[in-house]
T-cell receptor, first 112, second 115 residues
Framework: NAGVTQTPKFRVLKTGQSMTLLCAQD?????MYWYRQDPGMGLRLIHY???????AKGEVPDGYNVSRLKKQNFLLGLESAAPSQTSVYFC???????????FGPGTRLTVL | AQSVTQLDSHVSVSEGTPVLLRCNYS??????LFWYVQHPNKGLQLLLK??????LVKGINGFEAEFKKSETSFHLTKPSAHMSDAAEYFC?????????????FGAGTRLAVHP
């Protein structure tokens, strides 16, 4: 039982490049989330999903897209990376009848 | 809307002395409150959770937090700090106002523990 995993752990991009971050959970959770963490700002919600095939915008969605084609996976895409997207990205998941979220180990992204 | 304020961005203590990390919250209903810990270059780990069953909540690694509705506070304490407690701590409130489960994070408190 791995919990929540994220791929990759680190990535360096040049401005304008694209990439996809993968989040996987093996707890059969309905809800999945993508956050970004910036110094002094805690975690901010980018996008979330309440079930397979559904996604919605969070607090800071601009410049990101997501997809949830399978219940266990939640993908975060950057179509044209910008230096302002340099951050640490965390994925989380939770079940239907709880509000406790379980977090992945994070992906550190640098955009040059 | 729910919100969380962590009153100290940095706290420094000596090993073996008490730890106090302060958190105030704002909520229009009785919320769930959490403390998460993040060790350097690691993910977030749940320390403890308040869900109205008891106002004093015990968590992992000797931490506990007390929910005080009259003061809208949820401060995190530990009687005796250990070097391994050095980390960043986040106070978090749950929010269902948008029709889904959302967490609102405080800005974090970085705890330093000195020998």
């Amino acid at each position: 039982n791995a919990g929540v995993t994220q791929t990759p752990k680190f990535r360096v991009l040049k401005t304008g490049q694209s990439m996809t971050l993968l989040c996987a959970q093996d707890m059969n959770h309905e809800y999945m989330y993508w956050y970004r963490q910036d110094p002094g700002m805690g975690l901010r919600l980018i996008h979330y999903s309440v079930g397979e095939g559904t996604t919605a915008k969070g607090e800071v969605p601009d410049g990101y897209n997501v997809s949830r084609l399978k219940k266990q996976n939640f993908l975060l895409g950057l179509e044209s990376a910008a230096p302002s997207q340099t951050s640490v990205y965390f994925c989380a998941s939770t079940g239907t009848f709880t509000d406790t979220q379980y977090f992945g180990p994070g992906t550190r992204l640098t955009v040059l | 809307a729910q919100s969380v304020t962590q009153l100290d961005s940095h706290v420094s203590v000596s090993e073996g002395t008490p730890v106090l990390l302060r958190c105030n919250y704002s909520s229009s209903y009785s919320p769930s409150l959490f403390w998460y810990v993040q060790h350097p270059n690691k993910g977030l780990q749940l320390l403890l959770k308040y869900t109205s069953a008891a106002t004093l909540v015990k968590g992992i690694n000797g931490f506990e937090a007390e929910f005080k509705k009259s003061e809208t506070s949820f401060h995190l304490t530990k009687p005796s700090a250990h070097m391994s407690d050095a980390a960043e701590y986040f106070c978090v409130v749950s929010d269902f106002s948008g029709g889904y489960n959302k967490l609102i994070f405080g800005a974090g408190t970085r705890l330093a523990v000195h020998p």
